[in-house]
């Protein structure tokens, strides 16, 4: 009798989970639901972000132009001069003797060529005699002024304004006029250059685009540049473009392009690792997507899915140029008014039904700080 009961509790149970899975199978599916974000064109400033070094504008190497041991140094490493300002002193004995040589020799002269002209105008000498004592004072003229420029180079000064480096030769130390070695450096680092290369293709693009319309030019601040440091920090200060080569670097198939920034404080040194951003021209109908809603397919296509008027996901190919703060500007496959899927890709399938959501302003204000925040291009 128990037996016949198990059997039958069993049976009931079996029967009864069939009907429920069956009961499961034919309740219709639940459509996935997703947040999108509908497009809309607008106006969409073009940056370059290149590395590059800084570079002072005016660079001198400081060397003797005469011989002889330094007396006396005038200057403090790593101060600020200016220009005619003196840093060494050679020692000037033999200049000046030299100098009131040519001084001695040159009356001696002049006082000849004026005995002898009444003289020759008068026939007592002859002509050649005039003529040679005359040549003799311009000779001694010129031997007196290269005497004082001798004179006046035993002091060394500083050829421009601007930061004076270490001194590599001491007093006591003996130079030579010619030397290969430099004294000291003095660099102009207000305002200070930075060079940056960008390849000849998107330059070329870039031109393309403006001579044909599609974008516009930036206006004023067409030149405009911009730096980050090396440290990630922004430089307070803005540059300007000064310009670019005309010759393209068959090793690198770059050119290159120069801004000039104020630096007031010395706060960016010569040879600094820096990225630049130059602002290059205005796509007047730009389409931006965010970034989490563009995915990329085996062979590294990017692509989204919209959302269409009856509500079905299509996946559709595009063409993306830069990242914008968190978006991908892109240059082909979408317009004005579609709807792009941005979150619920995992459930989203060609063809599929889905619920559509718009999504809200503050929750794409916050994916667009986490996205900042865990990914470098993005900034």
């Not at 132009?65 to 790593?78: A, C, M, P």
């Not at 004082?148 to 006029?177: C, D, F, K, Q």
Request: proline share 4%.
């Amino acid at each position: 009798m128990r037996r016949k009961l198990l059997s039958l509790s069993i049976v009931m149970l079996l029967s009864a989970c069939d009907q429920a899975a069956s009961s499961q199978a034919g309740a219709p599916a639940q459509d996935p639901a997703v947040d999108v974000v509908t497009l809309h064109a607008q106006a969409v400033s073009l940056t370059t972000e290149l590395p590059g070094r800084t570079t002072a504008v005016r660079t001198a190497e400081v060397r003797p132009q005469v011989s002889g041991i330094i007396q006396k140094r005038y200057f403090t490493q790593g101060s600020e001069v200016k220009a005619g300002q003196p840093l060494y002193q050679i020692d000037p004995a033999t200049y000046q003797a030299a100098y009131d040589k040519a001084q001695a020799t040159l009356r001696n002269a002049t006082a000849l060529a004026k005995r002898y002209k009444p003289l020759a105008e008068a026939h007592a000498v002859s002509s050649q005699q005039y003529e040679d004592a005359v040549a003799a004072q311009k000779e001694a003229e010129a031997d007196l002024e290269a005497a004082r420029v001798n004179l006046n180079y035993t002091r060394i000064t500083a050829p421009i304004s601007g930061h004076i480096g270490r001194t590599l030769y001491t007093e006591g130390a003996l130079v030579t006029n010619g030397q290969s070695a430099y004294l000291t450096t003095i660099q102009q680092l207000d305002p200070i250059y930075v060079d940056v290369s960008e390849s000849s293709q998107d330059l070329l693009r870039l031109r393309r685009a403006l001579a044909s319309g599609q974008l516009a030019s930036a206006g004023e601040n067409a030149a405009k540049a911009t730096l980050t440091l090396e440290d990630g920090s922004h430089y307070a200060q803005p540059g300007r473009l000064e310009f670019s080569e005309v010759t393209v670097d068959q090793g690198t198939g770059s050119v290159t392009l120069r801004a000039a920034f104020p630096n007031p404080h010395n706060e960016l040194l010569p040879g600094m690792f820096v990225h630049a951003t130059l602002q290059q021209g205005v796509q007047q109908k730009g389409i931006l997507v965010p970034q989490e809603a563009v995915g990329h397919d085996t062979k590294g296509h990017p692509y989204v899915y919209l959302v269409k008027a009856d509500n079905t996901a299509e996946q559709r190919q595009i063409e993306t140029g830069e990242m914008i703060k968190g978006e991908w500007l892109v240059n082909s496959g979408l317009g004005e008014g579609d709807r792009v899927v941005t979150n619920g890709l995992q459930s989203v399938r060609n063809g599929v039904k889905v619920v559509a959501k718009e999504r809200q302003p503050q929750a794409y204000a916050d994916a667009t700080k986490n996205l900042s925040l865990t990914d470098p291009s993005a900034q």
